[in-house]
């Protein structure tokens, strides 16, 4: 029969009976503290009955009350054996951040344009990370989303011109429409003509395709047109002057939105 082990001062110590089942063997960590070992090491097929974890299945409809702060409490899993690491309750949110109400006031109605206003309030203690969106860069863009989207381009200055020519080149890719200014007020001689078109650039070929054509100027005038349906990505004025001596005072204005 063997016998139980013993420590210093004849004190039975934590032990176990051998795999032959002939002695007693000790059942303890370097420190001396007892220790449970499964037979199966990580990473191994599982199989028979290792040591695991264990916990509470709880159904989701119906969850434990809560305890008091520092009470001993059984890890929670659901039904199908899943660990709960969020129960019905949700940690406060940090300071200014971006909740579901706030994300759902802003709308996208094609144009990035806001129909609602951010009104949620939020509360919390815990620091946000770098970078994080807040309730206040949320109403900055908000902000910025909510100014007129339009723009003044000068596309011919005021001036006196005698010979035909081009306006410079004019990224318009944001925009959906246009009118155009066309301001004529002062005229030279006789039997002289303006024309004044409105170009549009094929991105593939790079050749322009007329978009808009005001009306022949032969004294002075003033006349607006509106484009819409697009603009494409680049605009240019291309104006032609004709006649003895012509020469035409005039500027070209437009609103892109």
């Known amino acids: 029969m063997p016998s139980l082990k013993l420590d210093d001062h004849g ?40 040591v695991k974890i264990g916990g509470r299945a709880v159904s989701l409809s119906s969850m434990p009350a809560d305890v008091s702060p520092g009470d001993r409490v059984n890890a929670s899993f659901d039904q199908k054996g899943r660990l709960l690491v969020r129960m019905d309750l949700a940690s406060p949110l940090p300071t200014g951040a971006a909740t579901e109400t706030t994300l759902a006031a802003i709308k996208n109605d094609g144009i990035r344009r806001i129909v609602d206003p951010v009104t949620a309030q939020i509360t919390g203690s815990l620091p946000l990370p770098d970078g994080a969106a807040t309730e206040a860069t949320l109403q900055s863009v908000l902000t910025a989303l909510q100014k007129p989207r339009y723009a003044n381009l000068t596309i011919l200055s005021q001036a006196v011109r005698s010979t035909s020519g081009l306006s410079d080149e004019f990224e318009v890719g944001d925009y959906k429409e246009a009118t155009f200014f066309l301001n004529v007020t002062a005229v030279s001689e006789t039997d002289v003509t303006l024309d004044v078109a409105i170009e549009t650039k094929d991105p593939v070929s790079g050749e322009w395709f007329e978009i808009a054509r005001f009306d022949q100027v032969t004294e002075t005038a003033k006349e607006h047109i509106t484009v819409t349906g697009g603009l494409g990505s680049v605009i240019r004025a291309v104006y032609t002057i004709a006649g003895d001596g012509a020469s035409f005072t005039f500027s070209l204005g437009a609103v892109v939105k």
């Open 11 to 50: 004190r039975p110590i934590p032990q176990i009976v051998n795999a032959e089942g002939t002695d007693f063997e000790p059942w303890k960590g370097e420190s001396g503290a007892g220790r449970i070992t499964g037979d199966i090491a990580h990473d191994e097929p599982d199989s028979g009955r290792p």
